[in-house]
């Protein structure tokens, strides 16, 4: 999936492997998973009523990445709502 490989490069993450897709009969819908050395990326796709829904974690800092505006041009978001949990692991002893 292109958002995929956007996120991946936009953000200097680093995979391991290729991702993994199931495709739901019926639907159209998909669960993609990628582990990546920094944790994983994995969405769900509901084209039944339009949605998408995107989990990257990511266990080191990272610039913020635009997603109104790339899911705006990658999957053609008319609206996209994010929700981000600031994890502080601080220095380990």
Do not use: I, K
């Not at 969405?43 to 997603?67: D, K, Q, V, Y």
């Amino acid at each position: 999936m292109a958002v995929f490989e956007a996120l991946v490069a936009d953000l200097g993450l680093n995979p391991l492997g290729t991702p993994l897709w199931h495709e739901f009969p019926g639907t159209q819908g998909h669960t993609g998973l990628w582990l990546l050395a920094e944790s994983h990326l994995a969405c769900h796709s509901f084209p039944e009523f339009g949605g998408l829904t995107l989990n990257l974690f990511c266990c080191r800092p990272r610039a913020a990445w635009p997603w109104e505006r790339r899911l705006a041009e990658l999957v053609g978001a008319r609206s996209v709502s994010v929700q981000s949990v600031p994890r502080d692991y601080g220095v380990l002893p």
